[in-house]
């Protein structure tokens, strides 16, 4: 499903890599973003995805999963354990499993090829507006039972234990904790945290719930079934 990708034009601060083995496509993605307003450099191999991640920070990663030197879930990984940055996975491949270990590493969305331009730039919209919201909340901290969440430092402890969450994986656990034992639909979900509505997407939650389960504790997220997620408090 196509949507509109433009919406008020971004910074020219805002800076992109992308990151493809195929010099067309990636050269075709880079200039549509730069018709957008944005500020692109390319990489085409794993080893030189992560220098530049390392050299120029960039604000988001469009990231193809076939790559030489080492894939493009390794390079996922790599960078998710250093500075979190928001990844957009590209994949030829079909199978939702090859989808879900892209976004079980850390990727917060991905598209299949081919793919089309307009939806892709408004993916790239939607994580950064995500982003953006993010960092305009005022300094809180949210407390539910032995989970602490603290906002303005995008950190997250349970018990004494400090979890490092991709700023996917911070986004939705905060949504859940903010409304704790409240049941939140999946499309709900996908629609609040991502910004994009699809009910294909909510495989993307599911893989996402299962990574909070896996860093912070299978107790802490219960499911209903056919519905969606609650956060339980102890």
Do not use: N
């Amino acid at each position: 499903m196509e949507q509109s990708a433009l919406v008020a034009g971004p910074p020219v601060s805002r800076r992109i890599l992308v990151v493809d083995d195929e010099v067309t496509i990636a050269e075709s993605v880079a200039a549509r973003l730069r018709a957008e307003g944005f500020t692109v450099e390319t990489a085409h191999d794993g080893p030189a995805a992560v220098a530049a991640v390392e050299a120029g920070e960039p604000d988001l990663v469009v990231l193809d999963v076939m790559l030489p030197g080492f894939d493009g879930l390794e390079v996922c990984r790599r960078i998710q354990a250093g500075r979190g940055v928001p990844v957009l996975m590209l994949t030829a491949r079909t199978d939702e499993t090859d989808q879900l270990i892209g976004l079980g590493v850390g990727a917060d969305d991905y598209l299949t090829k081919p793919f089309s331009m307009r939806v892709l730039a408004a993916r790239v919209h939607a994580l950064l507006r995500r982003m953006d919201r993010a960092a305009d909340r005022d300094d809180a901290t949210i407390v539910v039972g032995d989970l602490r969440i603290d906002l303005d430092q995008r950190r997250v402890w349970r018990g004494d234990v400090e979890a490092q969450l991709t700023p996917l994986e911070f986004e939705l656990l905060a949504r859940l904790a903010r409304r704790p034992r409240v049941v939140l639909a999946r499309e709900r979900l996908l629609e609040e945290v991502w910004d994009w509505a699809d009910a294909a997407g909510t495989r993307a939650v599911d893989s996402h719930i299962k990574a909070l389960r896996r860093k912070l504790g299978a107790d802490l997220i219960r499911t209903v079934h056919g519905v969606g997620y609650a956060l339980e408090a102890r």
